[in-house]
């Protein structure tokens, strides 16, 4: 058994999430000290808390020590195991804060993942799930994870502060993944879209579209944005509104923007005509960057890249989001070379080239072998 001597010590509460998650990935222990330590509240958050929690239930054989401060963390990680598994999130962040964890780790299961997740759905600082579902999804498909079993289900929506909505992920497992080869972006064939309201007037996401879709029909005629307005117990337990974007390629890339509400009690009232506008200027924002993953996912495809076979994988991405530049899996892959292409302005984007091999027979994986 792992020591804490043998363990690979960190400092600070900065890419806490993402080294549990690839220390789960590859079975090394770590220690992260001086989690905050200087803050006027110590220690690790509720929402980091929760986390380590959703961990221990997916995992089997986990050990986990903190301290009475909770500024130093020990996790030893246990064999992914999956099963059915029921998890309250904390609502200081959204769903999609855990779930974008989730997708890294369950092809890797013992057994098929279903996990049913209740928190907020939405908010303005972790990717929702409508963009993970209508994004993360098909990417992952791409590596071969694909199935029945393979979907994201919103039950019931929820808007911060209250939370209230309830997910139901499930993915198959794949010990391989498939290399992959995204160099051609493709143009925009067509832009799909939810806008949501909840414990508000119907209205507000018929509002938010004919903003949108005012900036939108510009560039392209094949725009449908849906309406989604959950009543009663699904409505979650507190009002909000917002809007997500996705433009879809020839080549099948998936690029997505999206904007939510204040939290109720929380900053000034936002229009529903000012947010669909700004959405959609964040799409086209997000089209102008490029490549053939956006940004949200740009890390996950990176990691996936260094998880798969012994094999060469090439994907196209455009300028690195703060969230992947940090990221560990860009370490491991090596970018082999850089092109510009011209925007119809003059200005240009520079889109890089990303090669990775696959590390996979260096990763520990769920039979508990060394591969």
Known sequence: ???????????????LRQRLVLSTLSGRPVKIRKIRARDDNPGLRDFEASFIRLLDKITNGSRIEINQTGTTLYYQPGLLYG????????????????????????????????????????????????VLKATALPLLKQFGI????????????????????????????????????????GKIKRIRGMAYSVRVSPQMANRIVDSARSILNKFIPDIYIYTDHMKGVNSGKSPGFGLSLV??????????????????GQGAAVLPEDLGRNCAQL?????????CVDSTNQSLALLLMTLGQQDVSKVLLGPLSPYTRCESPVQCCGREGQRTVNSRGGASVPLQLWRAVGLWRRTRISTGRDC
């Not at 058994?1 to 890419?15: D, E, I, K, R, V």
């Not at 890797?108 to 799930?129: A, C, E, I, Y």
């Not at 393979?150 to 010990?175: A, D, Q, T």
């Not at 799409?283 to 102008?288: A, F, Q, S, V």
């Open 1 to 15: 058994m792992a020591t804490q001597a043998h363990s690979l010590s960190y400092a600070g509460c900065n890419f």
């Open 83 to 130: 099963g059915s598994v029921e998890h309250d999130c904390s609502v200081l962040r959204g769903i999609g804060y855990y779930l974008e964890s989730l997708l890294c780790l369950a092809p890797f299961m013992k057994h098929p993942l279903k996990v049913v997740l209740r928190g907020v759905t939405n908010d303005q600082v972790d990717p929702s799930v409508d």
């Open 146 to 185: 694909d199935g029945e079993s393979f979907e994201l289900k919103i039950v019931r929506r929820g808007m911060p502060p209250g939370g209230g909505g309830e997910v139901v992920f499930s993915c198959p497992v794949r010990k391989i993944l498939k290399p992959i080869q995204l160099t051609d972006p």
């Open 247 to 264: 433009a879809e390629t020839t080549s099948g890339t998936f690029l997505s923007a999206e904007l939510a509400s204040n939290p109720q």
């Open 283 to 291: 799409l086209l924002e997000e089209i102008y960057r490029g490549g």
